[in-house]
């Protein structure tokens, strides 16, 4: 599902939606799947070049993705949905909590160790060569919206925007996580452990390295048999224990335990060791990348 949570930030969507011709392009996709741009030209009677304007327009929205395929003579552009279902909170009711909210690419760690098979991408190619750890040191490292490997970890200096006097009560990481398979595997179970300045937080089993279907956000040249999408997962740390996801319980650090005041340094750390049950890797999603099109976000609740 797409979901906007409040008007302003839908404001591309409604603008796509408001040419009567784009929701019937919308319709005809959700009715017969992926369709050519020639197909929907001849079933809507336009131009092909009136149907790439269109289709500009929507993609932009991020309401379809465009893949380019091999053809008899040449290639060929397949259009295809991005998700099912829209949902706009027309009026957001604002929290009761004061909270900082960060947003860490995932190329912008600090500390890493890689072991093949593993690499990094940007939106518009590899970084480097595939399987050679050098290139995790190297600059365009920061551009990354998706690193892998098969053994190792990344550790990343999170912003504190806490002020003197403000308490921390309650600190949120999520990220899109998958195992790393050579190719893609669906059943290719991994353990992910992770630690907040050094203290362990608990474990998580990633379930494979999935590529049933395109990741929605993918640009078109990543290939079809490589990494496609994870799973959005959320760690949570506040003064009961340290929670995945809506409530399940990955160990009893509390967050007094992490020690953090204005003054301190937040240090994030995912590890996929070799010396575990379920030694299956680490694929890391970024922004323009995978299902949810978001790097490492970071909301820490304060008083």
């Not at 019937?24 to 197909?39: A, H, Q, T």
């Not at 160990?251 to 060791?273: E, M, W």
């Amino acid at each position: 599902m797409l979901h906007y949570y409040d008007m302003a930030s839908a404001a591309e969507v409604f603008k796509a939606l408001s040419a009567q011709v784009r929701i019937e392009i919308m319709e005809l996709l959700y009715r017969g799947g992926g369709k050519s741009m020639n197909d929907i030209a001849k079933a809507l009677g336009l131009s092909n070049s009136a149907i790439s304007l269109h289709m500009g327009k929507l993609e932009e929205a991020g309401l379809v993705k465009i893949r380019t395929i091999p053809a008899k003579r040449g290639s060929m552009k397949i259009c295809e949905p991005t998700d099912t279902s829209l949902f706009v909170e027309m009026h957001r009711t604002q929290p009761d909590y004061k909270a900082y909210n960060h947003h860490v690419g995932i190329g912008q760690y600090t500390q890493f160790h890689a072991e093949p098979t593993c690499g990094l991408a940007t939106t518009k190619h590899v970084i480097g060569e595939y399987d050679d750890p050098r290139y995790f040191a190297f600059p365009e490292r920061f551009e990354a919206s998706l690193l892998w490997l098969s053994n190792g970890f990344v550790e990343y200096v999170l912003p504190n925007s806490l002020k003197a006097g403000e308490k921390l009560t309650e600190l949120s990481v999520s990220m899109e996580l998958a195992s790393e398979a050579p190719g893609t595997c669906e059943n290719y179970p991994s353990d992910l452990y992770f630690s907040l300045n050094g203290v362990a937080l608990g474990c998580w089993i990633s379930p494979g390295d999935f590529g049933s279907h395109r990741g929605r956000f993918n640009p078109a040249w990543w290939p079809d048999d490589k990494n496609q999408y994870g799973l959005l997962k959320k760690i949570t740390v506040n003064s009961r224990g340290t929670f995945l996801d809506e409530g399940m319980r990955l160990s009893d650090v509390t967050i007094d335990d992490l020690k953090i005041d204005y003054n301190s340094t937040v240090t994030f750390r995912i590890a996929a060791p070799e010396d575990t049950r379920n030694a299956g890797g680490l694929t890391l999603f970024g922004k323009d990348f995978g299902d949810y099109n978001q790097g490492i976000n970071l909301c820490m609740i304060y008083e």
